[in-house]
């Protein structure tokens, strides 16, 4: 009798668990809220103009899907931020069954629980934004002075190694990188294999953009590492299942 008992105690302890672990790992189904006539307040670390805010939200559409989540829902996320008219916003994100916890597309999942996040520079602009479209700020990049670059054959080994570079092509190539080059001195480098000009070239790294002055070192990159290229005139391949 002590034992049945024992075994039933055991089973339900099992099953509550359980039952415990699925709740953790649900989305929150029940919770969806209809999208909300909210505008984000935020203020950029440096003011940008127009120009550069909409370049920094292309950047980032470009670029999500390729990492995670599936790009049908990105795409109607996108159209959602896109449009002034809130009862339409509400009809695109119903029609690619987004759910929307808060009832912001801050934060967004999917019907198979992936999470969706969009950075706050997609869904209002900022305090400090400049009406200025005829601002070249956003190439000052590309204004970086010509430098001899060090040849990397020059470099001690163990400073060396392999990232892929998987371009708009849906084309891979591999490059030799050591940590002290830039991001620039590496674009060169694959400028010379693929034909395509550095200042043609932008580079991410989990989403974030490689800027041209920044050092390997400083990007986190290491042997074997993915970095997505996206090339003037030509559109990002589309993500792997």
């Given amino acids: 009798m ?19 672990d699925i709740q953790r790992n649900t989305v929150p189904f029940g919770h969806n809220r209809p999208l909300q006539p909210m505008k984000m307040k935020w ?21 999500a899907p390729v990492y995670e989540g599936r790009r049908e829902i990105w795409n109607a996320l996108q159209a959602a931020t896109q449009t002034d008219d809130l009862q339409l916003a509400q009809a695109i994100i119903d029609s690619a069954n987004v759910i929307l916890p808060t009832g912001s597309l801050a934060s967004a999942y999917d019907e198979l629980g992936n ?10 602009e900022p305090t400090n934004l400049i009406s200025n479209n005829g601002s070249d700020e956003e190439d000052s990049n ?25 371009l708009s092509s849906s084309k891979e190539e591999k490059l030799r990188v050591h940590n002290s ?3 620039l001195q590496a674009k060169r480098h694959l400028s010379d294999i693929i034909g395509v000009e550095p200042h043609q070239q932008r580079w991410y790294f ?10 390997i070192e400083d990007s986190k990159l290491s042997n074997g590492y993915v970095v997505q290229v996206v090339t003037d005139g030509i559109q990002p391949p589309t993500p792997v299942a």
Avoid at 43 to 63: G, S, Y
Avoid at 115 to 124: D, G, Q
Avoid at 157 to 166: A, G, N, P, Q, T
Avoid at 206 to 215: N, Q, T
């Fill in 2 to 20: 002590g034992a049945c008992l024992s075994q039933r105690a055991g089973r339900a302890s099992e099953t509550e668990s359980m039952e415990n």
């Fill in 115 to 124: 999470h969706y996040v969009l950075p706050e520079y997609c869904l209002s």
């Fill in 206 to 215: 989990y989403g974030r953009k490689l800027e041209d002055k920044m050092k």
């Fill in 181 to 183: 080059q830039t991001i």
């Fill in 43 to 63: 203020t950029a670390p440096t003011p940008m103009t127009d120009k550069q805010l909409k370049q920094k939200r292309q950047e980032f559409w470009e670029t």
């Fill in 142 to 166: 590309h204004l970086i002075p010509e430098k001899q670059d060090q040849n990397i054959d020059d470099i001690d080994d163990k400073f060396k190694f392999s990232i892929k570079l998987r």
